[in-house]
């Protein structure tokens, strides 16, 4: 029964990543090169088609789903930079130290558009890469055919910026489509971890809150999940004039409020998995959340195939039926919220993801129309930045900006590499070093043994691949259609599996190098390019410990972020104009704080996550940064379940008795956490959360005013707050002293 059960989920698996964005956009990238490469080979013959095949090749890391605003500005760097310096290798060739003076300098020049980040990173690539192949080309004859050479590289990339723009324009309905199910895929799998936290503590066998892997896991699904949503805002809330454009951006909304639900579902887990006797419930519970999950992942796969999808029951029905067991200690006379209505709570909040997951169906049926009046002036405030600006640039100038150091660390391993590959009997092939050196080297050493490993695998592969390919002699027409495939799989890979991409990239380089080199003989391909990947890779390892940018060096302030993330999102959230009227401005500020407020911790995690690989000396204090995420999680689940009474439950609130308790709370919360603590040698001690707010008796939350559950939630911030200077302050602390490191 398993294993038909599995293939299914294999299968469904892989037509999920078939239908993905990732694929869709390897696929255009590899139709523009075949378009641009079979139009010049019929025009021009096969070698002026391979030189316009490099100018694509070259021009195309930058081509990434995205809005439509600003793509031709996104495409343009890397030719303008990439085209004089082709030209400036194809006329050193026969220079090989002049050669290197050139490849040094213009490396650093290339690494610094890290200042840029994310956007900056394929710009760099490509840059790198039009160097690099220009290598690859045969030595040549004179002025004129560098100049040809040139030209014709030059025509390949300009042809291809326009393609990508009109591409990216005729595919933007899809990838908003494709964008908002991974969205959705990522949002179930949560689900899924979430609802993984529903059993009893003798079942799960672990007598801790949030067992630490699975903390972690959550932590880690939180922090990938926020650069997809960001990634989904930037195509999903472009333009949304249409109906359908609409309806989608309605999607993200509520799926942006989902995740909030589902902070607040885990609120009083802890107390009911200490009672063996609400088991049952929370099992069932378990199950409900599952089903939610399945709900919204058959949602994705809907969008994915371009259908309506179907309605899914109300499981509210479900939720009320749940049996709870009566609360002894309750039952004489203990103050405090009973186990019993802990889990009432707790099945009402998953109510709420039931009714957003019915919402969410509807919507995309077209059942429910979207409502965008709190974003639609101005959504743009969501949005990533698409226009060049020279700040990035003139702030790398620091001799500790990670950019910098990595520029001048790429500009020293290409240098090395390319001294080494002088030096090699196979020497002709000198370029394969420094192209293994770009793709493996990133900025931190958790990213560039993750390269390394995959790059040597994958490269062993295509090699393999390769050579039984060239060993067949095919036509420059079947080495065209191999260069296309090769290409829509290592551009549509990139990010998602760098393994498969290393192998398609090998053989792609490979037929592309026997293209421009017309009768080279395959069959010594194999040893040269393993041995090249093997000195590219260890290069590339080894230069990462030259001026490293420790993870450790950025944790003091990214510990800062966080905490005035949180501070301002707490203000917000718990601010009295709410209590009165619903104003567009305030829950669009609000909406802003709490995306500052996830990105923040996101960056945080990722950090400490990449610190683990780095030696044991210079890794930052790694458990109390473990217990600042997991307060800091715990602190936007208390917040969220707190802005979701005063949103829907606005009506069973006595608006006096919870208008001096929030003002105070948000003080408190900014005094505690509005400014990074000074490190010392007196630490506070503040009293765990779930001590406090415990001591008057909690009415029925469904039968009476909820406002004494609302001022419980308020104390247990306030708690939390604490403990997050606490936190700060022991990290600070263990950085400025590494001998109080904990282990």
Known sequence: MQAPRAAVQRSRAALRIGLSHYIANGLSVALGLFLISAGVHVWLGTLAAASAAVGVIVTAPPDLPGPRRGKFWQMLPAPLIGLPLFFAVQMLHAAPIRLGLVLVPATFLAFTAMAWGKRGIPIAIAVMFSMIFSMATPKPEGLDEALHRTVIFGLGAALYVVYAVLANLALNRRYRVQAMADVLLSLAALMRTEA??????????????????????LLREQAALADQLQATRDIVLESPRTAYRQRLAGMLVIVLEMRDQLLASELDLEALQSNPAHAPALREMRRVLEALADDTAALADALLLGRTPEPVPDRRPQLSAIHL????????????????????????????????VLRLVAMARGDVAPDLAVVRANWQMFVSPTDWSWRPLLTLWRWDAPPLRHAIRASLAIAAGYGIALMLPWGSHDYWILLTIVVVLRGSLSQTLERRNSRVAGTLLGCVFAVALLSTHPSPMGMLVASVVAQAIAHGFAVRRYLITSVAATVLGLVQAHMLNVGAAPTFALFERMADTLIGAALAWAFCYVLPSWERNQIASLVSRTLKAQARHARLALGLGQLHAVDTRHELEWRLARKEAFDSLSALVQATQRSLSEPRAVRPPIAPLEH???????????????????????????????????????????????????????????????TLAGAVPLPDPFDNDVSPWLLRRLDLATAISSQLRDDAARILQSLDHPE???P
Request: proline residues 8%; negative net charge; without cysteine.
């Open 325 to 356: 067991a009566p609360d002894a200690a309750h039952a004489h006379g203990a103050s405090g919220p009973t186990a019993a209505m802990l889990a009432r709570g707790l099945a009402s909040r998953i109510g709420h993801i039931n009714d957003e």
């Open 740 to 742: 109080t490191d904990v």
């Open 196 to 217: 993984s936290q529903f059993s009893s503590r003798e079942e799960s066998g672990d007598v801790r809150e949030v067992p630490a892997p699975l903390l972690g896991r």
């Open 628 to 690: 600042l995420q997991a307060h800091s999680y715990q602190l936007l689940a208390q917040l969220s379940a707190v802005k979701s009474m005063l949103v829907l439950r606005r009506d069973r609130l006595t608006t006096a008795d919870i208008e001096g308790p929030l003002e105070r709370t948000a003080a408190r919360i900014e005094a505690a956490i509005g400014s990074t603590p000074i490190a010392g040698s007196n630490l506070p001690a503040s009293p765990p959360a779930t």
